[in-house]
């Protein structure tokens, strides 16, 4: 079996470490870009010729016809990266390959970024830690909450929302669910309670976005649902900054009513002179919920689990049919 690893040295270096470059290496014969730089086409032609595997990852081009033809018994792409979109062409399906994404493995980074900060403004961590450091004790010590009987609201039911949720069933709070693709009976199974967004928005302490970055989830979230929070809910958005409108979420949250945890903008970055700057209710981060450092190796082991799945003939977690397409990011 010859499987090959498409991603320019740099990056691969930083998403397999050498366990499981190891493990690449005794499924069979592995081919290894050494190149510093993304390989263009005729690069990617080279490195597939008769590949059984291929591992994509960011910067990879779309694997269209003229490159799958270099590789007639291909059966698997694993994209070692979030959206497999950037690679897919019409000519994939078609071939009977299978497609995996690791996208999966980027989320568990994601989905432990927002519980921390559902504690952290739960617990109004902000506030207090400026009071003190403003000679402050006590003053605003009664606005802290537990992670106890609060209702939290997920918007989205994906690889992120799944596995945040999970980690939530590590308190006794009730999660309230939004999704329009999940049916009652998935929702009841996840252990949550689906609800429409709006009566989500207006009963949840704390929402947290986990949507794709589709037409149809552009400004989701805006006026009209963000007017229903409560006062000093939070809303957390480590998802894509399209899915809010941030100028309705500044109005909401200038007079200090409702907060934010911001990990994600529309564009990337903020502008320097961007209103969100200007609130201390609004917490800003600059895209780190996903792999960003050692999070990455999660996406090698990820790689190596999905070819021992295949291998073994079981279901690949990750695996992307086609009539997924149109509903993930």
């Not at 009513?257 to 209710?281: G, M, S, W, Y």
Request: proline share 5%.
């Amino acid at each position: 079996m010859k499987i090959a690893l498409l991603a320019q040295k740099p990056l691969a270096d930083t998403l397999f470490d050498a366990e499981c470059m190891k493990a690449l290496i005794n499924f069979g014969t592995l081919v290894v870009n050494e190149d510093s730089n993304v390989p263009d086409k005729d690069r990617i032609k080279e490195l597939i010729k008769d590949a059984d595997i291929v591992i994509t990852s960011w910067g990879t081009l779309s694997l269209d016809g003229e490159v799958l033809d270099m590789a007639p018994n291909l059966k698997l792409i694993i994209h070692a990266a979030g959206s497999v979109k950037p690679v897919m062409s019409d000519q994939i399906y078609p071939r009977g390959i299978r497609v995996v994404s690791c996208a999966g493995a980027i989320g568990i980074g994601v989905a432990e970024t927002a519980l921390g900060l559902t504690i952290y403004s739960v617990k109004n961590v902000k506030e207090l830690d400026m009071d003190v450091h403003n000679g402050e004790w006590g003053k605003n010590k009664l606005k802290t909450k537990e992670m106890y009987g609060i209702n939290v609201g997920v918007v989205g039911a994906g690889w992120v929302g799944r596995h945040y949720i999970k980690l939530l069933k590590n308190f006794h709070v009730n999660i309230l669910l939004s999704d329009p693709f999940i049916t009652e009976e998935q929702a009841r199974a996840l252990g949550v309670k689906k609800v429409e967004l709006d009566d989500l928005m207006r009963l949840s302490d704390v929402v947290s976005l986990h949507a794709p970055s589709l037409p149809s989830t552009d400004k989701m979230i805006n006026k009209s649902n963000l007017s229903l929070m409560k006062d000093g809910a939070t809303i957390i958005n480590t998802a894509r900054g399209s899915l809010i409108d941030e100028d309705d979420l500044y109005e909401e949250c200038k007079d200090g009513r409702i907060k934010a945890c911001i990990d994600v903008t529309q564009p990337e970055p903020p502008a320097k002179d961007h209103p969100f700057r200007t609130l201390p209710n609004i917490v800003l981060t600059p895209h780190i919920a996903g792999a960003v450092t050692n999070g990455k190796l999660r996406i090698g082991l990820f790689t190596v689990q999905a070819i021992e799945g295949y291998l073994k003939g079981e279901p690949i977690p990750g695996e992307v049919r086609e009539d997924q397409l149109g509903t993930i990011a």
